[in-house]
């Protein structure tokens, strides 16, 4: 990779390369192999935000062969759905090996940043949930956003069961950027939330309930059935994806 962009810098010297073909070059620039996994090299570079990488399912192995190839390129990544035993592991072996303590995990939301130097936003990012057992959803979403550099506010088990739990909280909700509402059951509150605010609101379906909730599938449908606008919707139980959506919006 380097010897790439060296080239490339070489070439726009001597005016072989417009300034506007450098840039797309390097957005371009191939990957690292780190054993079977390829490694995103300029995530940050081109998408504003570090790459994330999806733990479940990886080896002890695999996630320390990233780790020390991130380190080496000196670039900042994210692991989610980490289990608490996995995490323990990758941070031992982080600061043994690196001499170094810039490692947060968030264990609740099974996230885990490593060498993270994020540009910190003033906007705030509101994350609410219907309920307690929608919780774990919530703190994978505060984490990513925690890790992108936004200031996050929290209110927890504000369904619309006790919808005038919200009240109190009527003013933080308008002086947001963005509000992430996760709900499981039959998924009004994102709707709910989305009519009293003039901002975008990101529903997420969460895969508890009873009788015919269907693993979030009945919640998923509510929200994308909503007559209210300003409501967008991720998948089920999609904490991550929902806390990278509220970044994208706060850092605009």
């Known amino acids: 990779m380097d010897k790439e962009i060296i080239n490339t810098l070489k070439k726009y010297k001597k005016g072989e390369l417009t300034e506007e073909e450098v840039i797309k070059k390097l957005k371009l620039i191939p990957f690292i192999k780190a054993g079977n996994l390829k490694i995103d090299s300029h995530r940050r570079f081109r998408r504003r935000f570090p790459e994330v990488i999806y733990g479940k399912g990886k080896s002890i192995k695999q996630l ?3 780790l020390i190839k991130y380190v080496e390129i000196d670039e900042e990544f994210i692991i989610t759905r ?3 035993e996995k995490a323990d592991k990758l941070k031992k072996f982080f600061k ?3 001499k170094k303590n810039n490692i947060k995990y968030y264990q609740e939301g099974r996230v885990l940043g490593i060498n993270i130097k994020p540009k910190t936003r003033k906007g705030l990012i509101t994350i609410i949930t219907a309920g307690a057992v929608d919780i774990p959803v919530a703190e994978e ?3 990513i956003c ?6 996050t506010e929290k209110i927890y088990d504000a369904g619309i069961a006790g919808i005038h739990r919200l009240y109190e909280y009527y003013d933080i909700l308008h002086k947001s950027n963005v509000i992430v509402v996760m709900a499981g059951m039959e998924g009004a509150l994102p709707a709910a ?3 009293l605010v003039d901002i975008p609101v990101i529903g997420v379906p969460v895969s508890a309930g009873y009788g015919t ?3 979030g599938i009945t919640a998923l449908l509510t929200m994308l059935s909503t007559c209210v606008p300003g409501l967008a919707v991720v998948g089920i139980d999609n904490g991550f994806g929902a806390g990278y959506f509220a970044s994208l919006i706060n850092h605009s």
């Open 213 to 215: 909730s269907f693993g």
């Open 82 to 84: 980490l289990d608490k």
């Open 146 to 151: 925690d890790l992108f550099g936004n200031k």
């Open 64 to 66: 320390q062969e990233l």
């Open 141 to 143: 979403c505060y984490a």
């Open 193 to 195: 939330v989305a009519s």
């Open 96 to 98: 043994q090996k690196y």
